[in-house]
């Protein structure tokens, strides 16, 4: 379990995935969300699928600009 705080203030609290999936509380926080999932982020919003490896990754990322 997870507890987001901000100036003292409880401002949410679940599972990793939930903190992560929610992005008003991400953003309320003035937290960031790690690197990868900021790649996987982007990767959905252009419609692709999780890579299955490292090459498709790399495929993926060149083609999603």
């Known amino acids: 379990r997870i507890v987001v ?3 003292g203030r409880i401002l949410g609290s679940g599972t ?4 992560f999936d929610n992005e008003a ?5 003035r937290l960031e ?3 990868l999932l900021q790649l ?3 990767l959905k919003n ?3 699928t999780n ?3 490292i090459n498709e990754l790399a495929h993926l ?3 999603c600009k």
């Open 25 to 29: 509380l991400i953003e309320e926080s």
């Open 5 to 7: 705080l901000c100036e």
């Open 40 to 42: 996987f982020k982007q």
């Open 61 to 63: 990322i060149n083609t």
């Open 33 to 35: 969300l790690p690197m």
């Open 46 to 48: 252009c419609g692709t």
């Open 16 to 19: 990793v995935n939930e903190i």
């Open 51 to 53: 890579p299955a490896s």
